[in-house]
């Protein structure tokens, strides 16, 4: 049996609880996050057993020694000079000293403009709410997006650098999403056209809707075509053409990306997008997998 069939087992039934349960119950003491953090601070990869020892705040050896034992081999490995962090020790300290899921609490509820709305040109706002920044229009009462964001995200910020963050928080998602890479685990995602499955779609256009479903931890993002399209060669060339910098423009300010003219063809399934700009017309056909299979620049 192969390594990948092995994981495909792991992942295809999933955790069950009394695992989930015997996980965090690794992470459930103080010292233990200790040995975690002077793991992460350490100059070297590793730290010999004596010197690990000497930094935390216990002298009871047999303690120091039955815990460390419990964080091996999930968060803590050894080597032949010591111990260091795995993958999971390294992502858990580092998600715990930043904030990343603790830090919502002392985000103060600010609402901060973030650009033109591309359905009337008046200001949108961003704000945060139950770890979500809600991007909307109050004058014309248009919803733009929802997207989950670590609080570290905003925290790390002055208020009048958030939107750059959030779009570029925004922006690293898509391009994941797009090479296949689930946004919480990693794992394998396949995107495919909503209206050719049985999901609901949440764009404001049913038919620009994308789904991307990830097939190890199951997590499921919606996104509009345009923005999905948005790296695609022909899409950056045109944009440049036409004076747009799609580095330094707010992905919800390129209006003809995500308002574009739509025809859902169904047999096979694809969609035809015509993205109009002043001076010039991007047409494109994609399949099912939202893969461009055709363009025409007019």
Same mark, same amino acid.
């Given at each position: 049996?192969?390594?990948?069939?092995?994981?495909?087992?792991?992942?295809?039934?999933?955790?069950?609880?009394?695992?989930?349960?015997?996980?965090?119950?690794?992470?459930?003491?103080?010292?233990?996050?200790?040995?975690?953090?002077?793991?992460?601070?350490?100059?070297?990869?590793?730290?010999?057993?004596?010197?690990?020892?000497?930094?935390?705040?216990?002298?009871?050896? @047999?303690?120091?020694?039955?815990?460390?034992?419990?964080?091996?081999?999930?968060?803590?490995?050894?080597?032949?000079?010591?111990?260091?962090?795995?993958?999971?020790?390294?992502?858990?300290?580092?998600?715990?000293?930043? @904030?990343?899921?603790?830090?919502?609490?002392?985000?103060?509820?600010?609402?901060?403009?973030?650009?033109?709305?591309?359905?009337?040109?008046?200001?949108?706002?961003?704000?945060?709410?139950?770890?979500?920044?809600?991007?909307?229009?109050?004058?014309?009462?248009?919803?733009?997006?929802?997207?989950?964001?670590?609080?570290?995200?905003?925290?790390?910020?002055?208020?009048?650098?958030?939107?750059?963050?959030?779009?570029?928080?925004?922006?690293?998602?898509?391009?994941?999403?797009?090479?296949?890479?689930?946004?919480?685990?990693?794992?394998?995602?396949?995107?495919?056209?909503?209206?050719?499955?049985?999901?609901?779609?949440?764009?404001?256009?049913?038919?620009?809707?994308?789904?991307?479903?990830?097939?190890?931890?199951?997590?499921?993002?919606?996104?509009?075509?345009?923005?999905?399209?948005? @790296?695609?060669?022909?899409?950056?060339?045109?944009?440049?053409?036409?004076?747009?910098?799609?580095?330094?423009?707010?992905?919800?300010?390129?209006?003809?990306?995500?308002?574009?003219?739509?025809?859902?063809?169904?047999?096979?399934?694809?969609?035809?997008?015509?993205?109009?700009?002043?001076?010039?017309?991007?047409?494109?056909?994609?399949?099912?997998?939202?893969?461009?299979?055709?363009?025409?620049?007019?």
């Amino acid at each position: 049996m192969s390594f990948r069939d092995v994981f495909s087992a792991v992942s295809e039934h999933g955790p069950v609880a009394s695992e989930l349960e015997d996980v965090f119950e690794l992470l459930a003491h103080e010292l233990r996050l200790e040995i975690l953090q002077r793991l992460w601070e350490a100059e070297s990869d590793t730290l010999a057993f004596s010197d690990l020892f000497k930094q935390v705040d216990t002298r009871d050896s @047999g303690k120091f020694s039955y815990h460390l034992d419990r964080l091996t081999p999930a968060f803590v490995r050894t080597a032949d000079s010591g111990y260091a962090l795995t993958f999971a020790g390294r992502d858990v300290i580092g998600a715990v000293l930043s @904030g990343r899921y603790t830090a919502a609490d002392r985000l103060e509820a600010e609402t901060i403009e973030a650009g033109s709305c591309l359905f009337c040109d008046e200001a949108v706002t961003i704000r945060y709410e139950d770890g979500h920044c809600i991007l909307e229009c109050e004058a014309c009462g248009s919803f733009i997006f929802r997207l989950p964001v670590p609080p570290v995200v905003l925290a790390s910020h002055e208020a009048p650098a958030v939107p750059r963050a959030i779009n570029d928080h925004l922006r690293l998602r898509v391009q994941a999403l797009n090479r296949g890479l689930c946004k919480l685990c990693r794992g394998r995602v396949e995107a495919m056209l909503t209206a050719a499955s049985a999901r609901e779609p949440v764009a404001h256009n049913p038919d620009l809707d994308v789904t991307f479903e990830c097939r190890e931890c199951g997590d499921v993002t919606h996104l509009n075509a345009g923005i999905v399209l948005i @790296g695609h060669p022909v899409v950056v060339a045109t944009l440049f053409d036409v004076g747009l910098d799609p580095r330094t423009t707010y992905i919800w300010e390129l209006t003809p990306l995500l308002d574009p003219d739509a025809a859902l063809l169904e047999e096979p399934p694809r969609l035809e997008l015509g993205f109009e700009f002043e001076e010039e017309r991007l047409e494109l056909v994609v399949d099912d997998r939202c893969n461009v299979v055709d363009y025409a620049r007019r």
